[in-house]
T-cell receptor
Protein backbone atom coordinates (compact mmCIF):
# COMPACT_ATOMS: atom_id res chain seq x y z
CA UNK A 1 0.00 0.00 0.00
CA UNK A 2 1.36 3.38 -0.99
CA UNK A 3 1.87 5.74 1.93
CA UNK A 4 2.62 9.45 1.71
CA UNK A 5 3.90 11.35 4.72
CA UNK A 6 4.31 15.08 5.01
CA UNK A 7 6.07 17.07 7.65
CA UNK A 8 5.54 19.27 9.36
CA UNK A 9 1.75 19.06 9.57
CA UNK A 10 1.50 22.52 11.08
CA UNK A 11 3.82 25.43 10.49
CA UNK A 12 3.62 28.98 11.71
CA UNK A 13 6.22 31.32 10.32
CA UNK A 14 6.93 34.97 9.92
CA UNK A 15 6.81 36.93 6.71
CA UNK A 16 10.17 37.15 5.02
CA UNK A 17 11.44 33.82 6.30
CA UNK A 18 12.32 30.71 4.32
CA UNK A 19 11.06 27.23 5.03
CA UNK A 20 10.76 23.76 3.53
CA UNK A 21 7.94 21.23 3.60
CA UNK A 22 8.93 17.58 3.16
CA UNK A 23 7.02 14.79 1.50
CA UNK A 24 8.14 11.16 1.77
CA UNK A 25 6.45 8.27 0.00
CA UNK A 26 6.76 4.55 0.36
CA UNK A 27 6.94 3.07 -3.12
CA UNK A 28 8.77 3.62 -6.38
CA UNK A 29 7.18 6.47 -8.27
CA UNK A 30 8.27 9.35 -10.46
CA UNK A 31 4.93 11.13 -10.41
CA UNK A 32 4.44 13.63 -7.66
CA UNK A 33 2.02 16.53 -7.42
CA UNK A 34 1.69 19.52 -5.12
CA UNK A 35 -1.65 21.16 -4.42
CA UNK A 36 -2.78 24.15 -2.41
CA UNK A 37 -6.08 24.35 -0.52
CA UNK A 38 -7.50 27.50 1.07
CA UNK A 39 -10.00 27.03 3.93
CA UNK A 40 -13.34 25.79 2.66
CA UNK A 41 -12.12 25.78 -0.92
CA UNK A 42 -11.09 23.35 -3.62
CA UNK A 43 -7.60 22.07 -4.40
CA UNK A 44 -5.45 24.08 -6.78
CA UNK A 45 -2.63 22.41 -8.69
CA UNK A 46 0.79 23.95 -8.04
CA UNK A 47 3.40 21.60 -9.51
CA UNK A 48 3.73 18.38 -11.48
CA UNK A 49 7.06 16.58 -10.95
CA UNK A 50 7.73 13.62 -13.23
CA UNK A 51 11.37 12.65 -13.03
CA UNK A 52 14.27 12.29 -10.66
CA UNK A 53 15.87 15.66 -10.10
CA UNK A 54 12.89 17.59 -11.40
CA UNK A 55 12.71 21.14 -10.07
CA UNK A 56 9.93 23.62 -10.71
CA UNK A 57 9.48 27.16 -9.48
CA UNK A 58 6.56 29.54 -9.39
CA UNK A 59 7.02 32.82 -7.60
CA UNK A 60 8.16 32.18 -4.03
CA UNK A 61 7.53 28.43 -4.24
CA UNK A 62 9.97 25.84 -5.54
CA UNK A 63 9.36 22.10 -5.64
CA UNK A 64 11.84 19.30 -6.23
CA UNK A 65 11.75 15.52 -6.56
CA UNK A 66 14.33 12.89 -5.58
CA UNK A 67 12.90 9.55 -6.67
CA UNK A 68 15.81 7.57 -5.24
CA UNK A 69 15.17 8.96 -1.78
CA UNK A 70 11.41 8.94 -2.42
CA UNK A 71 11.35 12.52 -1.27
CA UNK A 72 9.88 15.76 -2.55
CA UNK A 73 10.33 19.20 -1.04
CA UNK A 74 8.35 22.40 -1.32
CA UNK A 75 10.51 25.39 -0.48
CA UNK A 76 9.07 28.76 0.41
CA UNK A 77 11.28 31.77 -0.06
CA UNK A 78 10.65 35.09 1.73
CA UNK A 79 7.16 34.05 2.78
CA UNK A 80 4.25 36.45 2.44
CA UNK A 81 0.85 36.29 4.11
CA UNK A 82 -0.93 35.31 0.88
CA UNK A 83 0.87 31.97 0.95
CA UNK A 84 -1.03 30.94 4.08
CA UNK A 85 -2.92 27.76 3.12
CA UNK A 86 -2.76 23.99 3.42
CA UNK A 87 -0.31 22.33 1.05
CA UNK A 88 -0.71 18.73 -0.05
CA UNK A 89 1.66 16.44 -1.85
CA UNK A 90 0.18 13.51 -3.75
CA UNK A 91 1.68 10.53 -5.50
CA UNK A 92 0.50 8.53 -8.49
CA UNK A 93 1.85 5.04 -7.99
CA UNK A 94 0.95 3.78 -11.46
CA UNK A 95 3.86 2.65 -13.59
CA UNK A 96 2.16 2.53 -16.97
CA UNK A 97 1.43 5.14 -19.61
CA UNK A 98 -1.84 6.34 -18.14
CA UNK A 99 -2.65 8.05 -14.89
CA UNK A 100 -3.98 6.61 -11.67
CA UNK A 101 -5.80 7.98 -8.67
CA UNK A 102 -3.67 9.95 -6.25
CA UNK A 103 -2.58 9.09 -2.72
CA UNK A 104 -2.38 12.27 -0.67
CA UNK A 105 -0.32 13.26 2.34
CA UNK A 106 -2.12 14.64 5.37
CA UNK A 107 -1.30 18.20 4.34
CA UNK A 108 0.82 20.95 5.87
CA UNK A 109 -1.23 23.75 7.41
CA UNK A 110 0.88 26.86 6.87
CA UNK A 111 0.23 30.14 8.67
CA UNK A 112 2.37 33.13 7.77
CA UNK A 113 2.23 35.96 10.23
CA UNK A 114 3.22 39.56 9.61
CA UNK B 1 -13.31 27.63 -19.52
CA UNK B 2 -15.66 25.96 -17.09
CA UNK B 3 -13.97 23.84 -14.49
CA UNK B 4 -15.26 20.70 -12.84
CA UNK B 5 -18.82 21.34 -11.70
CA UNK B 6 -20.26 19.58 -8.67
CA UNK B 7 -23.73 19.70 -7.23
CA UNK B 8 -25.10 20.23 -4.72
CA UNK B 9 -22.54 22.39 -2.90
CA UNK B 10 -24.06 21.53 0.46
CA UNK B 11 -26.33 18.68 1.49
CA UNK B 12 -27.82 18.06 4.92
CA UNK B 13 -29.96 14.99 5.35
CA UNK B 14 -31.01 12.48 7.94
CA UNK B 15 -29.45 9.12 8.52
CA UNK B 16 -30.93 6.43 6.31
CA UNK B 17 -31.74 8.71 3.41
CA UNK B 18 -30.34 8.27 -0.07
CA UNK B 19 -27.80 10.88 -1.15
CA UNK B 20 -26.75 11.52 -4.74
CA UNK B 21 -23.77 13.70 -5.58
CA UNK B 22 -23.23 14.90 -9.14
CA UNK B 23 -20.20 15.85 -11.17
CA UNK B 24 -19.62 17.31 -14.62
CA UNK B 25 -15.96 16.97 -15.66
CA UNK B 26 -14.04 19.41 -17.80
CA UNK B 27 -14.97 18.91 -21.42
CA UNK B 28 -12.49 16.62 -23.17
CA UNK B 29 -11.07 15.08 -20.03
CA UNK B 30 -11.25 11.31 -20.11
CA UNK B 31 -10.46 10.47 -16.49
CA UNK B 32 -12.74 11.22 -13.56
CA UNK B 33 -11.99 10.73 -9.87
CA UNK B 34 -14.06 10.85 -6.69
CA UNK B 35 -12.30 11.74 -3.42
CA UNK B 36 -13.51 12.20 0.14
CA UNK B 37 -11.95 14.60 2.64
CA UNK B 38 -12.36 14.36 6.42
CA UNK B 39 -10.35 15.74 9.29
CA UNK B 40 -9.56 12.26 10.58
CA UNK B 41 -8.63 10.50 7.34
CA UNK B 42 -7.60 13.36 5.08
CA UNK B 43 -8.12 13.02 1.32
CA UNK B 44 -8.98 9.52 0.13
CA UNK B 45 -9.56 8.22 -3.37
CA UNK B 46 -12.90 6.46 -3.61
CA UNK B 47 -13.13 5.47 -7.28
CA UNK B 48 -11.95 6.56 -10.68
CA UNK B 49 -13.08 6.14 -14.27
CA UNK B 50 -11.18 6.12 -17.55
CA UNK B 51 -13.31 6.71 -20.64
CA UNK B 52 -16.45 6.20 -18.52
CA UNK B 53 -15.30 2.78 -17.31
CA UNK B 54 -14.64 2.23 -13.58
CA UNK B 55 -10.99 1.25 -13.16
CA UNK B 56 -10.42 1.10 -9.43
CA UNK B 57 -13.16 1.16 -6.81
CA UNK B 58 -11.08 -0.29 -3.99
CA UNK B 59 -11.46 2.93 -2.03
CA UNK B 60 -15.24 2.75 -1.88
CA UNK B 61 -15.95 2.22 1.82
CA UNK B 62 -18.70 -0.37 1.52
CA UNK B 63 -21.66 -1.52 -0.50
CA UNK B 64 -23.67 1.50 0.53
CA UNK B 65 -21.57 3.53 -1.89
CA UNK B 66 -21.96 3.31 -5.64
CA UNK B 67 -20.73 5.43 -8.54
CA UNK B 68 -21.69 5.63 -12.18
CA UNK B 69 -20.50 7.45 -15.25
CA UNK B 70 -23.18 7.01 -17.92
CA UNK B 71 -21.43 9.35 -20.36
CA UNK B 72 -18.31 11.48 -20.71
CA UNK B 73 -19.92 14.55 -19.19
CA UNK B 74 -21.63 13.24 -16.09
CA UNK B 75 -20.96 11.11 -13.04
CA UNK B 76 -22.84 10.35 -9.85
CA UNK B 77 -21.81 9.10 -6.44
CA UNK B 78 -24.66 7.60 -4.47
CA UNK B 79 -24.85 6.66 -0.80
CA UNK B 80 -27.77 4.48 0.27
CA UNK B 81 -28.50 4.33 3.14
CA UNK B 82 -26.48 7.24 4.49
CA UNK B 83 -24.88 7.19 7.94
CA UNK B 84 -23.44 10.00 10.12
CA UNK B 85 -19.90 8.71 9.49
CA UNK B 86 -20.35 9.51 5.80
CA UNK B 87 -20.28 13.21 6.64
CA UNK B 88 -17.38 14.71 4.71
CA UNK B 89 -16.49 16.90 1.76
CA UNK B 90 -16.68 14.92 -1.47
CA UNK B 91 -14.55 16.15 -4.35
CA UNK B 92 -14.76 15.22 -7.97
CA UNK B 93 -11.69 15.73 -10.17
CA UNK B 94 -10.99 15.20 -13.85
CA UNK B 95 -7.89 15.00 -16.02
CA UNK B 96 -6.57 14.13 -19.48
CA UNK B 97 -5.49 10.76 -18.10
CA UNK B 98 -1.76 11.31 -18.59
CA UNK B 99 0.71 11.82 -15.75
CA UNK B 100 2.04 15.12 -17.08
CA UNK B 101 -1.32 16.77 -16.54
CA UNK B 102 -2.66 17.46 -13.04
CA UNK B 103 -6.10 16.52 -11.86
CA UNK B 104 -8.49 19.49 -11.70
CA UNK B 105 -10.79 19.53 -8.70
CA UNK B 106 -14.35 20.76 -8.35
CA UNK B 107 -15.49 22.90 -5.45
CA UNK B 108 -16.73 19.86 -3.55
CA UNK B 109 -19.99 18.84 -1.91
CA UNK B 110 -20.11 19.33 1.84
CA UNK B 111 -22.28 16.48 3.12
CA UNK B 112 -23.72 16.34 6.62
CA UNK B 113 -25.67 13.29 7.75
CA UNK B 114 -27.63 13.89 10.95
Amino acid sequence: ELKVEQNPLFLSMQEGKNYTIYCNYSTTSDRLYWYRQDPGKSLESLFVLLSNGAVKQEGRLMASLDTKARLSTLHITAAVHDLSATYFCAVDGYQGGGADGLTFGKGTHLIIQP
Amino acid sequence: DAGVIQSPRHEVTEMGQEVTLRCKPISGHNSLFWYRQTMMRGLELLIYFNNNVPIDDSGMPEDRFSAKMPNASFSTLKIQPSEPRDSAVYFCASSWGTPDQPQHFGDGTRLSIL
